[in-house]
């Protein structure tokens, strides 16, 4: 193709798109301006209803505060814990003589019990209500059905490193 019928095509492409744009439908809010403040003729894109969705985050309710320093990623630990549905059965449950311990932040637990306890301090107490996507998700484990929120009561007893 010669430059000059390349030039031509380009023009006339040009010409049309710019006749498309020149005819659309769309709303316009009357007071549209160019990249240089001036008033232009321009037409806006039609206005769209935008989703709105609710995540459900982590809910932490100190229940005691302990003394000490407190507890961040990395720490290892050891607290009793009961773990209840939110219609109040519970599914799990250690004690004094049998504690868990586990390290903060590596992922030996669900994320929301991870999360929980960042911030506890020995001799603390939480109430930590955790979401389906912190927790056990849409697949559920054992007696906790997919999907459920959970709510652990946890008693920080000691750092264990």
Known sequence: MSRKLIALVATISLIATLGLLGGCSAKTSGNTTDASGNPSSMKTLPETKAKTYTVKKLKIEDLRIGEGRKVKNGDKISVIYTGTLTDGTQFDQNTVTNLFTFTVGHGEV????????????????????????????????????????????????????
């Open 110 to 161: 669900i994320k929301g019990f991870d999360e929980g306890v960042v911030g506890m301090k020995v001799g603390g107490g939480r109430k930590v209500t955790i979401p389906a996507n912190m927790g056990y998700g849409s697949e559920g484990s054992g007696k906790i059905p997919g999907g459920a929120t959970i709510i652990f009561t946890i008693d920080f007893v000691r750092f264990a490193n």
